[in-house]
C-alpha cells in the first residue's frame, strides 16, 4: 500500500516538475511565469479547400508497381482531346463538373468530394501519367482512396485503355492547360491570358 501510494505521488508531481523546469528554461529569467498558449485547432490538416465544390489533394499517392510505368504518347494530341471530352461528359463530369472543379450536380451527395481537376502536378511528359492513368483506372476502389470512403468508380472495365488515356488528353488539355513546367515558362516570357479566351468552344 506504501508503495502504491509514492508511485501515484510521483505520477502526479513528475509532470508539473517538468512544466516548471521547462517554463523557468523558456524564460530564462529564473522567474516561473505560465503562459499557456494557445494551440488552434481550427487548421485541421485534411482541410477542405472550397473551389467550386472541388477538392485539392497536396500530394500524389504513388501508383503500385502494376501501374509505375504508364506513360501517354498522346498528351497534346487534338484528336484524343476530342474523343476524351465526350467521355467526360459521359463519365465523369456528373461528380467533377463540366469545368473539371468537382461541383458536378452528384458532388454535393458524396461524403468524400470530387478532385479539384483544375489543380494539377502535372509537371512534364511522364512525371504524374501512372498517377492519372492508375487513379482512372481504379478510382477510389483502393487504398489509401477507398478509406476516405472516395466514390470514385474504377473505369478499368468500362473504358479501354485507350479510351483512358483520352479521357486525360482532355483533362490534361482543358483543365490543367498543359505541363506545369511548360506553363511556367511560358508565363515567364510572355502573358498568354489572352489565348485561353480565345480557346473558348
Ligand atoms: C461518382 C463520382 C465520380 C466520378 C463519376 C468520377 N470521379 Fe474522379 N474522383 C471522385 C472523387 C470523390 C475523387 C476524390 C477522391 C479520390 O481521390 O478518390 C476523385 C478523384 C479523381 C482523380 C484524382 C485527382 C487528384 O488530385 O488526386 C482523378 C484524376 C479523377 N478523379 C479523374 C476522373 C475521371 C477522368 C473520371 C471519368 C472517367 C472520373 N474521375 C469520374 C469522384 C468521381
Known sequence: MKNLLTTHKLITVTPLLLILSFSAQASGSGEHEHEHKKMDHSKMEHSKMNHGGGHRHSSW??????????????????????RGEKLYATNCSSCHGAQGTGNGPVAKSLQHPPADL????H???????????????EGGQVEPFKS?????????????????????AYVHQHFHKGFLNAKKQKMDSHDD???EHAHHH
Open 61 to 82: 499517392a504513388t501508383p503500385p508497381a502494376a501501374y509505375a510505368k504508364m506513360k501517354s504518347q498522346i498528351w497534346n494530341d487534338a484528336g484524343a482531346a476530342k
Open 118 to 121: 483544375t489543380n494539377h502536378f
Open 123 to 137: 509537371k512534364a511528359p511522364g512525371e504524374g501519367d501512372a498517377y492519372l492513368f492508375w487513379r482512372v483506372s
Open 148 to 168: 476516405m470512403n472516395s466514390a470514385m468508380p474504377s473505369f478499368k472495365a468500362s473504358l479501354s485503355e485507350s479510351q483512358r488515356w483520352d479521357v486525360l
Open 193 to 195: 491570358k489572352g489565348d
